[in-house]
């Protein structure tokens, strides 16, 4: 029997306004898995309520309180790995080795933002006025819309609550209509077990044919101060444009379009195991998956035969099996859209080197081309499957140009075994992340993480992810009376 969820307001289950619900599928089997509150605008707006109403208190609450709840929500999280895996499965199509790496790095991302909320914040500065202190100090905005996207569900689903909550925020979390248990109501369970006081965090789900009108509601409030959003780039735009329109600062990380270089003193054994993951790791779907893997045609032929030779290999189907690799997609649209790109691809000149065809059902293997050119959709397009495209480079002039070929700039791998040469190449990639003698796909919750161009603005991790989403107030406290002209 499906599970039920409702709407979370105030620190209450509630169900929408309307009283209407939306389905959770299944990606693997189609069937329904859970059925959930399809939200209105008018529920948009009792969760601002809620969360605004809150705002103050949560606010003035002393650093070391916040921070015990942060912290017992961290431990809490790593006592439900099971229940996890079962979720992202049913949900998302997740496989239990992802699951169980989603609950370890999101727990740690609370953690990481238990430290932040009493780690020091601020400045003293140098006045011009004798006898005077200027300080500069950080304050929370207020209520904070959050938008948190299925494909790294309960990572992103933490990440887009907990900076905002430890710099001292309320906040309003769409979740998306393809995870909303794990990337939403799962983490809102875990904080309100710790110890969150009710309207701290509402969680406001809806049907995805009404996540434009909900999306534009929950911004334009006057009393939301700030918004983060994590997802596709197009999608992305339309969010940063909302927030744009009504003066509000926002972090936006969105789509790549991954390079892994594989340089001419790489070890290739080591090249096409990180490559491989880089490439198929929740069977694609991760913002800093590796899309095109460039080869110096040194090592071409070898690293060729190898990776392909792994990539047909990787079990594929359903995610439950403790050896499937490659599980299903989100939806089965999705596998139908990674295989038009790959017919595209073919009927323009590229070769498949194995995988491809028609997919089943949400299920698309192991894919690599080669020789894509230029007017195919995929050579641009993020993939968001298990695809990849290899292209061959003489020297590194030529890498840097083929890997800076997009509007894209979030993340990039150098494998190499000289790490100054490595370097070398990397200063000059533009994205927002770059990881010598490694693949593309990584995340720390201490480290600032974006990227550039159309990956999207703003950072998450570690101080960064604090200063997103606070304000530098400047202060002055004068010592002794000033002395005015007139």
Same mark, same amino acid.
């Given at each position: 029997m499906p599970l039920t969820r409702e709407l979370l307001i105030g620190g209450k289950d509630v169900p929408a306004a309307s009283g209407r619900t939306t389905e959770d599928i299944n990606p693997y089997t189609g069937e329904v898995y859970a059925t959930v509150a399809a939200a209105g605008p008018k529920d948009v &707006?009792? =969760?601002?309520?809620? /969360?605004?109403?809150?705002? #103050?208190? +949560?606010?003035?609450?002393?650093?070391?309180?916040?921070? !015990?709840?942060?912290?017992?929500?961290?431990?809490?999280? *790593? /006592?439900?790995? @099971?229940? %996890? !895996?079962?979720?992202? /499965?049913? $949900?998302?199509?997740? &496989?239990?080795? +992802?699951?169980?790496?989603?609950?370890?790095l999101a727990a740690n991302i609370l953690r990481e933002a238990a430290a932040a909320i009493t780690a020091p914040r601020g400045e003293v500065l140098s006045a011009q006025e004798a006898g005077t202190l200027g300080l500069a100090v950080r304050e929370p905005l207020g209520v904070v819309a959050a938008f948190a996207p299925w494909n790294a569900p309960v990572i992103l689903g933490v990440r887009a609550v907990a900076a905002p909550l430890a710099a001292g925020n309320t906040v309003v979390v769409k979740p998306s209509e393809d995870a909303p248990i794990a990337c939403g109501l799962l983490v809102a369970d875990v904080l309100r077990e710790a110890g969150l006081p009710d309207g701290v965090l509402n969680v406001v789900t809806n049907a995805p044919q009404d996540a434009a009108e909900i999306a534009e509601v929950l911004i334009a409030d006057p009393r939301v101060r700030a918004v983060n959003f994590t997802g596709s780039t197009g999608v992305g735009r339309i969010i940063g444009t909302h927030a744009a329109t009504h003066l509000k600062p926002a972090v936006l990380e969105l789509g790549g379009k991954n390079a892994v270089i594989v340089l001419d003193d790489a070890d290739v054994d080591y090249a096409v195991d990180a490559v491989t993951f880089s490439v198929f790791m929740n069977s694609g779907q991760i913002c800093m998956s590796g899309d095109r893997i460039l080869v110096h045609e040194a090592l071409a032929e070898e690293f060729t035969r190898k990776f392909t030779a792994k990539a047909a290999s990787l079990r594929a189907g359903d995610p439950a099996h403790p050896h499937t690799v490659v599980g299903p997609l989100v939806a089965a649209s999705a596998a139908r859209r990674v295989a038009a790109l790959v017919k595209d691809a073919v009927a323009k000149g590229a070769t498949v080197l194995t995988g491809g065809g028609e997919p089943e059902g949400a299920v698309h293997p192991a894919t690599v081309l080669t *020789? %894509? #050119?230029? *007017? !195919?959709?995929?050579?641009?397009? $993020? !993939?968001?499957?298990?695809?990849? %495209?290899? @292209? &061959?480079?003489?020297? *590194?002039? &030529?890498?840097? =140009?083929v890997a800076n070929d997009t509007d894209n700039g979030l993340t990039c791998g150098i494998i190499t075994e000289n790490a100054t040469h490595g370097l070398a190449v990397g200063r000059r990639v533009r994205t927002g992340i770059v990881h010598i003698n490694d693949q593309s796909v990584a995340d720390e919750p201490h480290a600032p993480f974006g990227g550039v161009k159309a990956s999207g603005y703003g950072r998450f991790g570690g101080r960064w992810g604090i200063e997103a989403f606070s304000n530098t107030r400047w202060v002055t406290i004068a010592t002794q009376q000033a002395h005015y002209p007139f």
């Amino acid at each position: 029997m499906p599970l039920t969820r409702e709407l979370l307001i105030g620190g209450k289950d509630v169900p929408a306004a309307s009283g209407r619900t939306t389905e959770d599928i299944n990606p693997y089997t189609g069937e329904v898995y859970a059925t959930v509150a399809a939200a209105g605008p008018k529920d948009v &707006t009792r =969760a601002v309520d809620a /969360a605004d109403a809150a705002f #103050p208190e +949560w606010a003035a609450l002393a650093p070391f309180a916040r921070r !015990a709840i942060f912290l017992k929500a961290a431990d809490l999280l *790593d /006592a439900r790995g @099971e229940q %996890v !895996a079962e979720i992202m /499965a049913h $949900e998302a199509g997740g &496989t239990r080795p +992802w699951a169980y790496f989603n609950v370890a790095l999101a727990a740690n991302i609370l953690r990481e933002a238990a430290a932040a909320i009493t780690a020091p914040r601020g400045e003293v500065l140098s006045a011009q006025e004798a006898g005077t202190l200027g300080l500069a100090v950080r304050e929370p905005l207020g209520v904070v819309a959050a938008f948190a996207p299925w494909n790294a569900p309960v990572i992103l689903g933490v990440r887009a609550v907990a900076a905002p909550l430890a710099a001292g925020n309320t906040v309003v979390v769409k979740p998306s209509e393809d995870a909303p248990i794990a990337c939403g109501l799962l983490v809102a369970d875990v904080l309100r077990e710790a110890g969150l006081p009710d309207g701290v965090l509402n969680v406001v789900t809806n049907a995805p044919q009404d996540a434009a009108e909900i999306a534009e509601v929950l911004i334009a409030d006057p009393r939301v101060r700030a918004v983060n959003f994590t997802g596709s780039t197009g999608v992305g735009r339309i969010i940063g444009t909302h927030a744009a329109t009504h003066l509000k600062p926002a972090v936006l990380e969105l789509g790549g379009k991954n390079a892994v270089i594989v340089l001419d003193d790489a070890d290739v054994d080591y090249a096409v195991d990180a490559v491989t993951f880089s490439v198929f790791m929740n069977s694609g779907q991760i913002c800093m998956s590796g899309d095109r893997i460039l080869v110096h045609e040194a090592l071409a032929e070898e690293f060729t035969r190898k990776f392909t030779a792994k990539a047909a290999s990787l079990r594929a189907g359903d995610p439950a099996h403790p050896h499937t690799v490659v599980g299903p997609l989100v939806a089965a649209s999705a596998a139908r859209r990674v295989a038009a790109l790959v017919k595209d691809a073919v009927a323009k000149g590229a070769t498949v080197l194995t995988g491809g065809g028609e997919p089943e059902g949400a299920v698309h293997p192991a894919t690599v081309l080669t *020789d %894509v #050119p230029k *007017d !195919a959709d995929l050579y641009y397009a $993020e !993939a968001f499957g298990p695809v990849c %495209v290899l @292209e &061959t480079f003489a020297d *590194d002039d &030529t890498a840097v =140009a083929v890997a800076n070929d997009t509007d894209n700039g979030l993340t990039c791998g150098i494998i190499t075994e000289n790490a100054t040469h490595g370097l070398a190449v990397g200063r000059r990639v533009r994205t927002g992340i770059v990881h010598i003698n490694d693949q593309s796909v990584a995340d720390e919750p201490h480290a600032p993480f974006g990227g550039v161009k159309a990956s999207g603005y703003g950072r998450f991790g570690g101080r960064w992810g604090i200063e997103a989403f606070s304000n530098t107030r400047w202060v002055t406290i004068a010592t002794q009376q000033a002395h005015y002209p007139f």
